[in-house]
């Protein structure tokens, strides 16, 4: 079994749609997580950063965490062509325990207009 | 542009060549990473400096991979003998690691190669 489950999509919705993206893990020991953003072409771009449980909200995003179940969530409210992308999670340990991120495979997304 | 600098950002070489790789992290960061990415995966990790150190190694990284970070800032990945398996995107992130803590990793553009 992977550190990281990911979906990898495709996942295709109309522009305006709520977009709901998540991730599973095993390792009880993460503690960070984060979600990024890469365009085709191009290096990851974080996009939310989060440390243990709870929800974080930035613009039209939300990441959720829920460490009880190992789940980990990203929101995207009023869905744009713009957001088109493929979107990666990725986490890790405390400082001190593994400092190297371990990745999901990425959802690729298309919002079409 | 303070983000993280990768150069080149396309390199196409001849297998059997020696390619080198340079990034240039966020100047006030200490640790640097370097990770490959292939088409439909998430990055793998490489190697990770803390300033000139290199602390950690994946298996990944054969003995015709070699990185430097010599004074602590630019960092260097040289591949000698390009197979066209290395043929991938090259990421180089940095971040900030200060008492114990760091903070999340900034990636560059990647250098994208193409063994043929």
């Known amino acids: 079994q992977k550190e990281v489950e990911q979906d990898p999509g495709p996942l295709s919705v109309p522009e305006g749609a709520i977009v709901s993206l998540n991730c599973t893990y095993s390792?009880?020991?993460?503690?960070?997580f984060m979600w990024y953003r890469q365009y085709s072409r191009k290096g990851p771009e974080l996009l939310m950063y989060t440390y243990s449980s709870g929800n974080k909200e930035d613009g039209r995003f939300t990441a959720q965490v829920d460490k009880s179940s190992k789940y980990i969530s990203l929101f995207i409210r009023d869905s744009q062509p713009s957001d088109s992308a493929t979107y990666l999670c990725?986490?890790?340990?405390?400082?001190?325990?593994?400092?190297?991120?371990?990745w999901g495979l990425g959802t690729s997304l298309a919002v079409n207009p | 542009d303070t983000g993280v600098s990768q150069d080149p950002r396309h390199k196409i070489t001849k297998r059997g060549q020696n390619v080198t790789f340079r990034c240039d992290p966020i100047s006030e960061h200490n640790r640097l990473y370097w990770y490959r990415q292939t088409l439909g995966q998430g990055p793998e990790f490489l190697t990770y400096f803390q300033n000139e150190a290199q602390l950690e190694k994946s298996r990944l990284l054969s003995d015709r991979f070699s990185a430097e970070r010599p004074k602590g800032s630019f960092s260097t990945l040289e591949i000698q003998r390009t197979e066209q398996g290395d043929s991938a995107m090259y990421l180089c992130a940095s971040s900030l690691g200060v008492d114990g803590v760091n903070t999340e990793a900034f990636f560059g553009q990647g250098t994208r190669l193409t063994v043929v």
């Open positions: 390792n009880s020991a993460f503690q960070y």
């Open positions: 990725a986490m890790r340990g405390a400082a001190g325990n593994n400092r190297k991120l371990i």
